[in-house]
Nanobody, 125 residues
């Protein structure tokens, strides 16, 4: 069984940086994509970035392009999200997810069946 555990959230000021981690246990060969999503209070969960496995193709939401970078360490079985130039609009609960198919577009909630518990990111002005 694949399990995902996020860490690295916290509070930061505007224009600051933060790196989120998602430790993967029980990885199986049928996992073809991993992604980061976020959900702000009162809003729907939205896809932020995804990466194909093992190819490493990346897709980003327009709102984070050129600021966020998704990456994966195959040895450590860990997914990362490097976030730079943060703004209060980035404040949300961030979730990592794993799926059996890779779609060449911005990730959608329905593409992924395995989720972590989330880690809170708060950006203050």
């Amino acid at each position: 069984e694949v399990q995902l555990v996020e860490s690295g959230g916290g509070s930061v000021q505007t224009r600051g940086s933060m790196r989120l981690s998602c430790e993967v246990s029980g990885f199986i060969d049928s996992t073809k994509a991993m992604a980061w999503f976020r959900q702000a209070p009162g809003k729907e969960r939205e896809g932020v970035a995804q990466i194909s496995i093992p190819g490493g193709m990346r897709y980003y939401a327009d709102s984070v392009k050129d600021r966020f970078t998704i990456s994966r360490d195959n040895v450590k079985n860990t997914l990362y999200l490097q976030m730079n130039s943060l703004t209060p609009e980035d404040t949300a609960m961030y979730f990592c997810a794993a799926g059996s198919w890779f779609y060449a577009r911005i990730p959608r909630v329905t593409d992924f069946g395995i989720w972590g518990q989330g880690t809170q990111v708060t950006v203050s002005s």
